[in-house]
């Protein structure tokens, strides 16, 4: 009996039942005398005493708690304890003194006796050596093992003693205890919740070795909870670390590892070695299983924490705020930004890759919300999460939920002069706005853009509202009606000059965008010259801000501003090799990413020196965005021959070699394509079409590169149709497009000649190369760039003939004008600015002339990222370059890591467009690719090749039109003519820009009946198409001049000429040409941006002729028109109408053609003033154009 009861008094124990522990503890001693130890027993009396503990508190006894003892009451048991822990240990049964000896520190624990418990601990020490101990309550006796750990390091920590308890600590994670009973597991969770948060408060630094020590202490909690399982912790007392805030600190911790970029070591050598930067040996799998067993742990303990804040969270009050579901979202969004950044991959995420985790995270910020109530911190992240999902009309129902209550928040804190809890601050406010007004702007269409400008415009409100200067006082939503109002200012001055510079940005570009699509055209100068001053504000609190710099310059170059958008453009360029730039860069999370933002600049740069006749220069800046990072491995992730020579290898797969180019989305790589288009045209511009056309081959291996091969389906749940293939000689992939376009004699006479004359993203050493600007010099051999270039070719004759190579004489595309050149007297602006411009020389320059890179900076671009281990020191330090900054100081190893780059808290990723959205960007590049290839092929009067260019466009842009059918709702005209959220063009408007190069074609091969009907079509699917209007009515204007008759003739053995044709000499009706005060057709009030001489109104038609002159009594009527004289009229009004409406678009306003084209109209119409004044519009809009239009900068606009 007496074993029996002992087994159950220790089973009573180690279960926390407490209410039985008095009678069993009665029954031992009845039961088994032989434990008796001067009349008193150890093991019993220690029981009795944990009973008494147990029941404690650390309040004083009162009426209200009478069934338990105080803490003062355990007194009592001190000298009992001690007196039986001394005769146990002189008898055969040293485990009941431990069990003795740990009830007695514990009493001394809980009394706040630090110093005593540890002295009971020292002399404490199981023993289980004896054969007589084998009948010892071993459940029990491990409980007092576990407990004594515990109390031994938290009274070490207590007293001071901090690398003791360190120690014990670092002990009690490696030997981790069972979890058997429910005491076991108490003080087990007790000892290693206290582990957890000691070692992440005393960390020293973070460093990996910290990390690795501090990660071992929370892998043992994980582990402990893993063998537990979910138990409720029973009888817990107030001292103990909530469970919640260890795993919140379990969580942050890991998203500090995230943040700082350590990877899981796959193959430890020691506790302290558990965490690496990835170096160029680590493999792609040993990288991505490291990564994704990282993930896999964050998302657990995200998880866990999650299911336990949400459980014992309660719904806020009116005047409470959940300010813990709120930072929980904070981080989750914070790590869901470094998992959607560049350095992760899909590869190394759960199924379902970056998409999958986003909507992970989308559902925890929706069950977040559940625990709040109005929190705008949550509205923010939704925002920001259906944005980065491609969901943009629920990231604006967030967002305008986000306006209402920071608004009304806003207006509240005004008034009474205290701040509202629950608001996001005024900095996180105003950049949520500006993001917000970014997304509108690059994304949505024009009924976002006016969302957009109205969006601004409460910014500028909020700007301008007075705000209280401190926060001590909270207004709640119940209010407080005190008299006295606190001290306040202006929300600008209190913001800091980032904010500020965002804020004055979003305005610019909202103005700027919204003059592009406004339809009242006199709002136009006043929306330019606004977005112009906005911008120049957010550049002087900014200046170093490479989006502001984009939008200023690109703002100043529509107003024809090109000194100005060039000096804006080079500071920024310049300000890279800043020691704070270079240092920004260096730590921040992709080192490539102020290069990437670059890169359109240096586009916008190049074209401004075209309209400025430097055609060298604009080439040269066209290769330094990309030579501008070093190893053409940087940004495409292969070898330039490999991608030239075979585009479809040049795919990377998940394995393989990735470049910046894999981490961009449509838009940039939109833009790098752009370059590439604008290298192209300014080689026609300076060695003619032909050696234009030797480029496509590599125009089209960098659209495979960027976007892939366009047959390939891309993954989604809804099946594609697939692109309907041809039977024409071009084949299926771009891989054969590019090779069989081009007539097999062309591509013989050109195959050496042209290739060493092609211009390539890369040199042939793959060393870095910033070309510098023609800078002037008292050299007379130094070539002037302001004056026109000119080559000499040699004909079949042998005789040299010089073709001036200005503007006028290779702008194919242009009109050709007798007037289209300028004045060359400024040559020596222009040369200073090329002397700004030039690469400074401190740049390390080879013999060829080529920039080199030292081998470390070389291996920097294929890996940013360093080992983290001991730093060897082979060198004396005197031998070395002092670091920057300190002459003085020796370099020591410094194991700590960086701290996370600011702005990786700060940006949004990048959306990810819809499959079909995506798709549907992707095949309108290729597109607008095959049309601009096509047009080179007609001005290099390669006619076939560019039918088939022209066929390939077709084919592509209808099956977009059929794959409309197969996604939601189905096809609608809507649908079809509107682009909608994600950029790019609608489809309607791809197939516009196809039926009208199919008419330019029709023009060349001289089909003008051809060419008039595929401008009709083009119309009818884009009334406002530019090129389509433009063509047509020129058409229109020489059926109303008899140069073309206004129908198609019968076929004729003779080919039909447009300048001249007899046909149109039959029949021909006789109707006298307006002179200068006839009138025109009627048309809406002229729009701002655009001449004033359009606010004139016609004056009524006067005629002059003598034989039909008036008289007192009036005119003498003339005879009905006859119909072909209606035609004609009815030509020439419809192509003034069509032209007047163009010019006051934005499409138009700044387009030459369409007032060239316009002027021809008027003059045709009998306004010759205002044809003359049109034309000097032309002369004015020439005099500042740059080779392409600025529109092919950026395809998101005026943002980055």
């Not at 001067?38 to 209200?64: D, E, M, V, W, Y």
């Not at 260890?246 to 500090?256: E, G, H, I, P, R």
């Not at 316009?1158 to 740059?1186: D, I």
Request: with cysteine.
């Amino acid at each position: 009996k007496g074993a029996r009861y002992l087994g159950l008094l220790d089973q009573a124990l180690c279960a926390a039942h407490w209410s039985e522990v008095p009678e069993l503890a009665r029954k031992v001693e009845k039961h088994a005398p032989e434990r008796k130890c001067t009349s008193l027993t150890a093991f019993t009396l220690a029981a009795r005493s944990q009973c008494q503990i147990a029941n404690a508190s650390h309040r004083p006894t009162s009426a209200a708690s009478n069934a338990t003892s105080s803490l003062h009451s355990l007194g009592e048991l001190v000298p009992r304890l001690l007196e039986s822990t001394t005769a146990a240990s002189a008898k055969s049964y040293p485990d009941d003194a431990f069990v003795a000896s740990i009830c007695l520190a514990e009493i001394y624990w809980v009394q706040e006796s630090p110093i005593d418990a540890l002295k009971v601990l020292e002399g404490a020490t199981p023993s289980g050596q004896s054969e007589k101990s084998a009948a010892a309550p071993l459940g029990w006796l491990e409980v007092c093992t576990v407990k004594a750990a515990y109390i031994r390091a938290v009274c070490l920590e207590s007293t001071g003693r901090h690398s003791d308890a360190r120690g014990c600590y670092q002990t009690a994670v490696i030997q981790t205890p069972g979890h058997r009973s429910a005491e076991l597991r108490r003080w087990t969770e007790r000892l290693l919740a206290s582990a957890c948060m000691y070692s992440v408060k005393k960390m020293p630094s973070p460093s990996a070795q910290d990390f690795s020590e501090t990660y071992t202490a929370f892998k043992a909690w994980a582990a402990f909870w893993d063998r537990a399982g979910e138990t409720n912790s029973a009888g817990t007392s107030n001292v103990d670390v909530p469970r919640r805030q260890v795993w919140k600190a379990y969580y942050d911790l890991l998203s500090t590892i995230l943040q700082h970029g350590l990877l899981y070591n796959t193959t430890p050598q020691a506790n302290d070695d558990l965490f690496v930067i990835a170096g160029p040996d680590y493999s792609r799998e040993k990288y991505s299983a490291s990564k994704r067993a990282q993930r896999k742990e964050i998302k657990e303990v995200e998880r866990t924490y999650e299911t336990l804040l949400i459980k014992e969270t309660q719904f806020p009050k009116a005047s409470q705020s959940n300010t813990e579901v709120e930072e929980w979202a904070e981080q989750v969004v914070t790590n869901w930004r470094a998992f959607s950044s560049g350095e992760w991959t899909d590869s190394d995420l759960e199924e379902g890759g970056k998409n999958a985790v986003s909507r992970i995270v989308l559902d925890i910020l929706y069950r977040a919300a559940t625990k709040t109530f109005h929190s705008t911190p949550i509205l923010r992240h939704l925002f920001t999460i259906h944005t980065a999902l491609g969901e943009f009309d629920l990231a604006m129902h967030a967002f305008n939920s986000y306006m209402e209550i920071t608004d009304k928040g806003k207006a509240r804190e005004e008034k009474t002069g205290r701040r509202s809890i629950g608001l996001d601050d005024d900095d996180e406010a105003v950049l949520t706005v500006a993001e917000a007004v970014r997304v509108l702007c690059r994304y949505g269409d024009r009924e976002q853009a006016e969302k957009a400008l109205e969006t601004t415009g409460a910014l500028q409100k909020w700007l301008d509202q007075k705000r209280p200067i401190t926060a001590d006082r909270m207004l709640t939503n119940g209010g407080d009606h005190e008299s006295e109002r606190p001290a306040s200012q202006s929300s600008a001055s209190a913001l800091k000059s980032t904010s500020l510079a965002a804020a004055y940005r979003a305005m610019g570009i909202s103005q700027a965008h919204w003059a592009s699509l406004t339809f009242e055209s006199s709002d136009r100068p006043g929306l330019l010259e606004q977005a112009a001053s906005n911008l120049r504000r957010a550049q002087r609190y900014d200046e170093d801000s490479v989006e502001t710099a984009y939008s200023l310059a690109l703002v100043l170059a529509r107003q024809r501003d090109v000194s100005a958008a060039i000096e804006v453009v080079r500071s920024v360029i310049e300000s890279r090799d800043r020691p704070d730039i270079v240092r920004e860069d260096a730590g921040s999370p992709s080192p490539h990413d102020r290069k990437r933002k670059l890169i359109p600049l240096w586009h916008l740069l190049a074209l401004c020196l075209t309209a400025d006749d430097e055609f060298e220069a604009a080439v040269q800046m066209c290769q330094a965005a990309f030579k501008q990072f070093g190893n053409p491995l940087v940004l495409f992730g292969q070898p330039m021959e490999i991608m030239l020579r075979d585009p479809e290898r040049a795919i990377p797969s998940d394995s393989g070699a990735r470049g910046l180019v894999d981490q961009m989305e449509g838009f940039e790589k939109e833009g790098i394509l752009q370059i590439k288009m604008t290298e192209i045209a300014l080689l026609e511009l300076t060695e003619g079409p032909e050696a234009a056309v030797d480029m496509t081959d590599e125009l089209l291996s960098v659209y495979s590169r960027l976007f892939g091969s366009p047959g390939l389906p891309t993954t989604s749940q809804k099946s594609e149709p697939a692109v309907p293939t041809t039977n024409s000689r071009l084949g299926g992939t771009l891989r054969s497009i590019a090779g069989s376009i081009r007539p097999r004699s062309s591509r013989s006479v050109r195959s050496e000649k042209g290739t060493s004359r092609r211009l390539s993203l890369a040199s042939a050493d793959n060393t870095t190369f910033l070309p510098p600007l023609p800078a002037a010099s008292s050299n007379n051999n130094t070539q002037d760039l302001s004056s026109p270039i000119a080559i000499t070719v040699t004909n079949g004759d042998n005789a040299d003939t010089e073709k001036p190579r200005g503007r006028h004489a290779h702008h194919p595309h242009l009109p050709h004008l007798p007037f289209h050149g300028r004045k060359h007297g400024d040559a020596s602006r222009s040369r200073t600015r090329d002397e700004s411009l030039t690469v400074s020389d401190q740049d390390p320059i080879s013999s060829n002339g080529n920039t080199t890179l030292p081998q470390s900076q070389t291996a920097d671009m294929s890996n940013a990222q360093q080992h983290l281990g001991a730093i060897p020191h082979n060198e004396a330090h005197t031998n070395l370059p002092p670091p920057p900054g300190h002459d003085n100081q020796p370099p020591r190893q410094d194991v700590r890591l960086p701290a996370p780059h600011p702005a990786s808290a700060s940006t949004i990723p990048e959306p990810h467009l819809s499959p079909y959205y995506e798709r549907r960007q992707n095949i309108g590049v290729l597109v607008k690719t095959w049309l601009f290839i096509a047009e080179l092929y007609i001005r290099a009067e390669t006619y076939d090749d560019a039918q088939s260019a022209v066929s390939n466009a077709a084919r592509f842009a209808e099956a977009l039109e059929a794959g409309l059918a197969g996604e939601d709702g189905g096809t609608s005209a809507m649908k079809l003519c509107l682009k909608g959220w994600g950029g790019g063009q609608s489809i309607d408007d791809l197939l516009a820009d196809v039926w009208a190069a199919k008419a330019q074609l029709s023009l060349a091969l001289s089909k003008p009946f051809a060419a008039l009907s595929h401008y009709e079509q083009a119309v009818s699917l884009s009334p406002d198409h530019p090129v389509a209007i433009i063509g047509l009515s020129n058409l229109l204007l020489d059926i109303f001049e008899e140069t073309l008759p206004a129908e198609e003739p019968m076929p004729s053995t003779r080919p039909l000429l447009i300048a001249s044709n007899p046909l149109i000499r039959e029949a021909r009706p006789t109707l006298p040409r307006p002179t200068s005060s006839s009138s025109g057709p009627s048309r809406r009030p002229s729009l701002g941006g655009t001449p004033s001489f359009l606010d004139q109104k016609p004056r009524p038609v006067i005629e002059d002729d003598s034989e039909e002159a008036t008289t007192t009594t009036g005119r003498r009527a003339r005879p009905d028109p006859t119909p072909a004289e209606l035609n004609r009229l009815a030509a020439r009004d419809r192509a003034y109408m069509l032209l007047s409406n163009l010019t006051k678009l934005g499409t138009g306003w700044d387009d030459s053609e369409a007032w060239m084209a316009f002027a021809r109209a008027c003059e045709l119409s009998g306004e010759v003033k205002r044809a003359r004044q049109a034309l000097w519009w032309v002369v004015e809009l020439e005099e500042k154009r740059g080779a392409r239009g600025w529109e092919v900068v950026g395809a998101g606009g005026y943002t980055l």
